[in-house]
T-cell receptor, first 111, second 114 residues
Framework: DGGITQSPKYLFRKEGQNVTLSCEQN?????MYWYRQDPGQGLRLIYY???????QKGDIAEGYSVSREKKESFPLTVTSAQKNPTAFYLC??????????FGEGSRLTVL | GQSLEQPSEVTAVEGAIVQINCTYQ??????LSWYQQHDGGAPTFLSY????GLEETGRFSSFLSRSDSYGYLLLQELQMKDSASYFC???????????????FGAGTQVVVTP
């Protein structure tokens, strides 16, 4: 079955460390997105990518970086420059009809 | 600036009807979507309106009025499993060759009681 796989599901990080969250899709979708969700809040856009080798900053890109070397993969790196990285991170891809498919999310906790 | 407004919480009993309103102010508009998210889970797609009017999908319906920058999600015959957060999202298309990006509201917590 097609879908989006995020890993790891839970991740703990010490302050000052970079961590990379994986996002893989086999839906053959061009557009992919990374969102951050804090408790009781909506989703805020970090980065998005329309096609391979191209990506744009969203509303809260500071302290994050991405790459899009393959259509299937859109990893997110949370760098030490992100001052408050503890959150639930969601990766999504978009069907041409406008429907977003989400992965199960990665929950990052900074110790 | 860009904003989407929706109520923070709605409580209703099983079998009732709930309407969640969403008003938006965005730089561009290509469509209004609704997503459901259970605690700790991923959002799942419910409906998408690009044109004015009502879209019905089983117990859920969604309405859009572009002239009023307003839409709503209607949940009918509420069931306990409908207890979740519901988000409206606007797809804004800035450029002709862009797939667009999505801005989400803060979500409405629907609590269904017996």
């Amino acid at each position: 079955d097609g879908g989006i796989t995020q890993s790891p599901k839970y991740l703990f990080r010490k302050e000052g460390q970079n961590v990379t969250l994986s996002c893989e899709q086999n839906l053959n979708h061009d557009a992919m997105y990374w969102y951050r969700q804090d408790p009781g809040q909506g989703l805020r856009l970090i980065y998005y990518s329309q096609i391979v080798n191209d990506f744009q900053k969203g509303d809260i890109a500071e302290g994050y970086s991405v790459s899009r070397e393959k259509k299937e993969s859109f990893p997110l790196t949370v760098t030490s420059a992100q001052k408050n990285p503890t959150a639930f991170y969601l990766c999504a891809s978009m069907r041409a009809s406008g429907e977003l498919f989400f992965g199960e999310g990665s929950r990052l906790t900074v110790l | 600036g860009q904003s989407l407004e929706q109520p923070s919480e709605v409580t209703a009993v099983e079998g009732a009807i709930v309407q969640i309103n969403c008003t938006y102010q965005t730089s561009g508009f290509y469509g209004l979507s609704w997503y459901q998210q259970h605690d700790g889970g991923a959002p799942t797609f419910l409906s998408y309106n690009a044109l004015d009017g009502l879209e019905e999908t089983g117990r859920f319906s969604s309405f859009l009025s572009r002239s009023d920058s307003y839409g709503y999600l209607l949940l009918q015959e509420l069931q306990m499993k409908d207890s979740a957060s519901y988000f409206c999202a606007v797809r804004d298309e800035w450029e002709t060759d862009s797939w667009g990006k999505f801005q989400f509201g803060a979500g409405t917590q629907v609590v269904v009681t017996p």
